[in-house]
C-alpha cells in the first residue's frame, strides 16, 4: 500500500432501505451504478481507490470498479469508514458518499487543497431554506449555517486519531469532520454544490434521473 499520495474512500455500505431498490452502491443511474460514478469522479485526483460495500456483495464491487481495493462495510459508518482506512497508508483521504453521484472536479480539488494546508477539510454549501427551531419556537438564522457534504479530506493520521477518540468516547457522528472536530481541529469549509444531493428516497432518484443526462453530456 502506497505511503504517500492520496487514496479515494468511497462508502457505499448502505443497504438503500428507504430507496427500496437493494443496495445503495448497485443502484444504476443512467447506465452507471452509484458506486462507478463516484470512483469515476474521484479516480483523476487519486492514486487508489478503496470502496466499502455491504458484506458479501465484495465481488460484485470487483467487478464494478476492478481498480479498486474493496473491503467489507461495518453496521455504521464510522465502523465503515475504518475498515476503509485500514486497508490504505496513503498519507491524505478523501472519504466520499456513492449517494452523492454528481461531482464536480472542482470540489474534489478544493477538499484536497483545503485539507494539504490544515489537515481537513469538507464541502458545505449555505442553507437556502427558512429554518425553524420547535424548542425555541423561533426561526433559525440561516445565516449562520451551512449544510455540510462529501467529498470529505483529512490528513490519514489525523482521521485515525478522530475515530480512535470516537470509539474510546462512544461518540457516535454523522460525518467524519464532526469527529475531527471533537478534537479541537478546525476543518476547512469548501464550496460544496446543490448537485451533490444526496440520493435517499424515490424523490432523489427522480430528481437525480432528470439530472443524469445533462450531468452526462458535460463530460
Known amino acids: 500500500m502506497p505511503t504517500e499520495g492520496v487514496a479515494g474512500l468511497v462508502a457505499a455500505a448502505g443497504q438503500g432501505t428507504r430507496l427500496g431498490r437493494g443496495p445503495k452502491a448497485f443502484v444504476e443511474l443512467a447506465g452507471l451504478s452509484l458506486l462507478a460514478r463516484s470512483c469515476d469522479a474521484l479516480r483523476p485526483f487519486v492514486d487508489e481507490l478503496v470502496v466499502a460495500v455491504p458484506e458479501g456483495l465484495e465481488t460484485r464491487a470487483r467487478n464494478e470498479v476492478p481498480t479498486a481495493v474493496v473491503v467489507p462495510g461495518g453496521s455504521t459508518r464510522q465502523e465503515t469508514v475504518t475498515a476503509m482506512l485500514e486497508a490504505t497508508r496513503a498519507e491524505l483521504v478523501v472519504i466520499h458518499d456513492a449517494a452523492r453521484p454528481f461531482l464536480g472536479a472542482g470540489v474534489v480539488r478544493a477538499v484536497i487543497d483545503g485539507a494539504r494546508r490544515g489537515g481537513a477539510a469538507t464541502a458545505a454549501v449555505k442553507v437556502a431554506d427558512t429554518l425553524f427551531d420547535l424548542h425555541k ?83
Do not use: Y
Request: proline share 1%; aromatic share 4%; charged share 25%.
Open 137 to 219: 419556537d423561533a426561526t433559525v438564522d440561516r445565516n449562520a449555517l451551512r449544510a455540510i457534504q462529501t467529498p470529505q479530506a483529512f490528513r490519514r493520521t489525523l482521521l485515525e486519531r478522530a475515530h480512535d477518540a470516537g470509539r474510546a468516547h462512544r461518540q457516535l457522528a454523522t460525518d467524519d469532520a464532526g469527529l475531527v472536530r471533537s478534537l479541537g481541529h478546525d476543518v476547512a469549509l469548501v464550496e460544496g454544490s446543490s448537485l451533490l444531493f444526496k440520493i435517499t428516497t424515490s424523490a432523489d432518484m427522480t430528481l437525480a434521473v432528470a439530472l443524469a443526462e445533462t450531468w452526462d453530456a458535460r463530460a
